[in-house]
């Protein structure tokens, strides 16, 4: 179709109704948030979105970015001590800064990290249930754009589905199910990490790149990305199990940000 | 005191120092009696670590023997179980002798925390209390620190055989761990799984490689998980 708008309301749906599939289904945490990042940097002017969840220890952890390259982690790890998803996180509401000098005042570290990548404005939105605040979202834009209005709201209800999707079982089982389901996350998303590592070294290429042979096995073979991650890292599974065998040395992948132009 | 069993009885008192810490902390600051450290692998029990009272020892030997509890539970599903009553109707569902047994021998509540990082799966810390009851949001995060800290303590221990030298190299019985954060940057974690290819060693071993050259060195483990994962840095095979 050529209606642009046409278009966006079709993948729009087809989002909501993939994010309904896993609440009726189950799912893998991990999944699902790599999956809200993704459609947030398909469906709204954002040019990258990362996802942070609470650890339950006092910390923020990096749980889904739209791109797995090291600068783009390393942008988010940063907020454990300063930026938006942990103002965010620590309010409970949405944390909009637009302006350069404001976030400098704000975040110093953070905001130059930002200018160096290439980014302008930033967004958190609380992933909240009632009182119980369990992350952020985060949209960054190129320097002369500016999210409207529509568009964080999709984001927020967004947001706001795999937030309920985490707790939905809250009420039957109180805290267990929270622990259950953030713990669990949480130690899928290390499993990632070591098995990102296993397959950079092996096929020589970075992490990003490593990232997407992961998700592209997982998806080809119908498997939790987790579990792939967990026998990739045990060498369960031989990590040319994931390597397409034309696959070039040293690239840099695919679903990365948009050209901040 | 019960000390350690199993494998691990000849052990020297330094390796199961933090064990001891780990366990007599949540006696003292959580809503618990006791505490134990059991060691897992996907083989099963690998044995008691350390345990802080005989009730503690009790739970572990009666999840050993039974096949079937909390801990059990909690390493194969890796996520906390926490347990607020032993004598509930899902307790009982979910394990039925060792729910019986427990509460026979004076348990009604079972904290169970997996020891795992990523793909590494090592063991479990659980706590027991003797009325039932769940663990608030401020009590949970001191338990899951408390997991963190035994989680790298028994890495230490299962990998000794590999880094005969290291364990000692505080004179008392395992490295310190470094501020908690630097253990849950990814590029820690990448680099185990780098390392895992060229040194052709498990995940374990290669965390406790990389730990233990940071230690060496003196360097925050993060820095030398960067120089890993930028190929600057090339550990001995």
């Known amino acids: 179709m050529s209606d642009p708008h046409h278009n966006r309301e079709l993948r729009l749906g087809q989002t909501f109704v993939r994010l309904a599939d896993s609440l009726v289904n189950g799912f893998d945490v991990v999944e699902l948030l790599d999956g809200l990042v993704g459609s947030c940097v398909d469906l709204l002017d954002a040019s990258a979105a990362g996802l942070m969840l609470a650890d339950q220890r006092g910390q923020l952890r990096v749980m889904a970015t739209s791109s797995e390259h090291?600068?783009?982690?390393?942008?988010?790890?940063?907020?454990?001590?300063?930026?938006?998803?942990?103002?965010?996180?620590?309010?409970?509401?949405?944390?909009?800064?637009?302006?350069?000098?404001?976030?400098?005042?704000?975040?110093?570290?953070?905001?130059?990290?930002?200018?160096s990548r290439g980014f302008g404005p930033s967004y958190a939105l609380p992933m909240r249930l009632r009182e119980d605040t369990i992350g952020a979202l985060n949209l960054f834009v190129p320097p002369d754009v500016v999210l409207v209005a529509g568009d964080l709201e999709i984001a927020q209800a967004l947001a706001d589905v795999a937030t309920i999707a985490i707790m939905q079982h809250r009420t039957i089982r109180a805290g267990e199910q929270l622990a259950e389901q953030l713990q669990t996350a949480l130690n899928s998303r290390i499993a990632i990490e070591q098995a990102k590592g296993v397959i950079s070294e092996h096929?020589?290429?970075?992490?990003?790149?490593?990232?997407?042979?992961l998700r592209s096995h997982a998806r080809r073979t119908q498997t939790r990305l987790s579990e792939v991650a967990a026998s990739i890292a045990t060498r369960a599974i031989p990590p040319s199990a994931v390597v397409p065998p034309s696959t070039p040395?040293?690239?840099?992948?695919?679903?990365?940000?948009?050209?901040a132009n | 005191m019960a000390a350690g069993g199993?494998?691990?009885?000849?052990?020297?008192?330094?390796?199961?120092?933090?064990?001891?810490t780990v366990c007599h902390a949540a006696e003292r600051t959580l809503p618990v009696q006791?505490?134990?450290?059991?060691?897992?692998?996907?083989?099963?029990?690998?044995?008691?670590?350390?345990?802080?009272?005989?009730?503690?020892?009790?739970?572990?030997?009666?999840?050993?023997?039974?096949?079937?509890?909390?801990?059990v539970t909690a390493f194969s599903q890796a996520h906390p179980v926490l347990v607020d009553d032993l004598d509930g109707r899902g307790s009982v569902a979910r394990w039925p002798m060792f729910a019986d047994a427990a509460v026979g021998a004076g348990a009604r509540a079972v904290f169970a925390l997996p020891l795992c990082i990523g793909a590494i799966g090592l063991g479990v810390l659980a706590m027991y209390r003797v009325y039932?009851?769940?663990?608030?949001?401020?009590?949970?995060?001191?338990?899951?620190?408390?997991?963190?800290?035994?989680?790298?303590?028994?890495?230490?221990?299962?990998?000794?055989?590999?880094?005969?030298?290291?364990?000692?190299?505080?004179?008392?019985?395992?490295?310190?761990l470094d501020r908690p954060v630097e253990f849950h940057r990814a590029v820690v974690h990448q680099a185990s799984g780098v390392l895992v290819v060229q040194?052709?060693?498990?995940?374990?071993?290669?965390?406790?490689?990389?730990?233990?050259?940071?230690?060496?060195?003196?360097?925050?483990?993060?820095?030398?998980?960067?120089?890993?994962?930028?190929?600057?840095?090339?550990?001995?095979?």
């Open chain 2, 132 to 176: 039932p009851g769940t663990l608030l949001p401020d009590e949970l995060s001191s338990a899951l620190r408390l997991a963190d800290i035994s989680a790298y303590a028994l890495l230490d221990l299962v990998t000794k055989d590999a880094l005969p030298e290291l364990i000692t190299a505080d004179g008392k019985g395992g490295m310190p």
């Open chain 2, 199 to 237: 040194l052709d060693v498990s995940i374990e071993e290669a965390l406790a490689r990389l730990r233990a050259y940071a230690f060496a060195e003196g360097l925050p483990i993060g820095d030398v998980a960067e120089a890993i994962v930028a190929r600057s840095l090339l550990l001995e095979r």
């Open chain 1, 249 to 259: 040395g040293r690239t840099s992948s695919s679903r990365d940000s948009k050209p």
């Open chain 1, 70 to 115: 090291s600068r783009m982690l390393e942008l988010f790890e940063l907020q454990n001590d300063e930026g938006p998803c942990l103002d965010c996180f620590r309010t409970g509401g949405p944390v909009i800064v637009l302006e350069p000098a404001e976030q400098i005042e704000r975040w110093p570290l953070f905001a130059t990290e930002l200018r």
């Open chain 2, 34 to 71: 006791g505490a134990w450290v059991s060691q897992m692998s996907s083989g099963g029990f690998g044995g008691l670590v350390y345990a802080s009272d005989e009730m503690a020892t009790r739970l572990d030997e009666l999840q050993f023997s039974l096949g079937e509890g909390p801990s």
């Open chain 1, 203 to 213: 096929a020589h290429v970075e992490m990003d790149a490593a990232f997407e042979l």
């Open chain 2, 6 to 20: 199993g494998e691990f009885a000849g052990v020297s008192d330094g390796r199961l120092a933090t064990f001891e």
